[in-house]
């Protein structure tokens, strides 16, 4: 535990307040450290279902709950995982090993490869699928590959990628790689190392990106060329 946090955790007389009371004030401490913006972040957003009516005006608990939540993935997973094996991108010019998409791009796809239906949360069965052009289907072949791994080949001295998502000890040309998620050891590209599924002004990069699409700005945010 962070050190000034357990002096916070002295401070605090658990006898003198409810058990509630006492882990609601230190989740709050700690995601306002993190500067999680909680549920402010999707208000208004493409990921804002608080005005269906089977959302009952919730806006986390489509896609996470604090209690019972699926353990198999975070964070906190109250959504109906899907269960399809996908067609999967292919070039000889990929670095390294591609597999099926791993947690973090299946918690996407639950709604996204249109097997599972949005409304599918909290142990019930939906019946709203997602449709248009926010439906990628099953077929990944024409996509930007996700379950890649990021090879260490691309860094300079074949450094470690895992190092490179806080450490920048390379020179100026390499630049700090988009977040990375780690599946079966190994740091691996995934649907969210370039879209925020929590980004509240969609506008600014489109898509949901977390860099703009302009000028390839994304895209030479992990690729040299």
């Known amino acids: 535990m962070l050190p000034f946090l357990n002096r916070l955790l002295i401070r605090i007389k658990p006898e003198k307040i409810t058990g509630f009371i006492y882990a609601t004030v230190i989740c709050a401490f700690v995601f306002n450290w ?22 009952a005006g919730k806006i986390c ?5 604090p209690h019972n939540a699926d353990s198999t993935v975070e964070p906190l997973w109250n959504h109906e995982l899907s269960n399809a094996t996908y067609t999967l991108y292919s070039s000889p010019t990929l670095d ?17 490869d ?11 069965t939906g019946g709203s699928f997602i449709s248009g052009s926010a439906l990628i289907g099953t077929d990944l072949s024409d996509d930007h590959p996700v379950g890649v791994e990021w090879s260490h080949q691309t860094l300079e001295g074949g450094g470690s990628a895992i190092c490179a998502g806080c450490h920048n ?7 700090m790689p988009l977040p990375f998620y780690e599946e079966g050891g190994t740091p691996r590209v995934e649907c969210a190392t ?6 509240d002004v969609p506008s600014t990069n489109g898509e949901l990106l977390r860099k703009p699409l302009a000028g390839s700005k994304i895209c030479l945010h992990c690729h040299d060329k």
């Open 194 to 199: 370039c879209h925020d599924p929590h980004d």
């Open 61 to 65: 608990k489509v896609c996470h709950t």
């Open 96 to 112: 390294g090993p591609i597999h099926q998409p791993g947690r973090a791009s299946k918690l996407c796809l639950s709604c996204h």
């Open 34 to 55: 993190m500067g999680v913006a909680l549920a402010e972040g999707i208000t208004g957003s493409v990921h804002d279902f608080s005005s269906q009516g089977w959302s």
């Open 114 to 124: 249109g097997t599972v239906a949005i409304d599918s949360f909290g142990g019930t």
């Open 169 to 175: 000890l390379h020179d100026s040309s390499f630049k």
